[in-house]
């Protein structure tokens, strides 16, 4: 019922930017959470950014600074602005959206979704 893309990962040099996108479709609601996490490999996927329905946001201590959380509601898109990218941010990035949607039988549900993934190398 809900299918997000993301998009905008790539290669960079350190200090270079780069801003990822995740665009959510289908018969939507609202999104009511908004987070963005990243995963190294040989580690255990964390939690990088988050922002609210209310618009509270919040940053893991790496990245406090750098990243900025945002969102078009009427475009059902989140974003992760990144600056000053380091080596230690490569990782794939993920976004998860807590989606209220419409199912197939129009009655209203929530659950959360995940994006496919994209990946973010920061490299000389």
């Known amino acids: 019922q809900v299918q997000l893309v993301e998009s905008g990962g790539g290669l960079v040099q350190p200090g270079g930017s780069l801003r990822l996108s995740c665009a959510a479709s289908?018969?939507?609601?609202?999104?009511?959470?908004m987070d963005w996490y990243r995963q190294a490999p040989g580690k255990q996927r964390e939690l990088v950014a988050s922002?609210?329905?209310?618009?509270?946001?919040n940053y893991a201590d790496s990245v406090k600074g750098r990243f900025t959380i945002s969102r078009d509601n009427a475009k059902n898109m989140v974003y992760l602005q990144m600056n000053n990218l380091k080596p230690e941010d490569t990782a794939a990035y993920y976004c998860?959206?807590?989606?209220?949607?419409?199912?197939?039988?129009?009655?209203?549900?929530?659950?959360?979704?995940w994006g496919q993934g994209t990946q973010v190398t920061v490299s000389s």
């Open positions: 998860k959206l807590g989606v209220a949607y419409y199912t197939y039988y129009s009655s209203p549900e929530e659950r959360d979704y």
């Open positions: 289908g018969s939507i609601i609202s999104i009511y959470a």
């Open positions: 922002l609210t329905s209310g618009g509270s946001t």
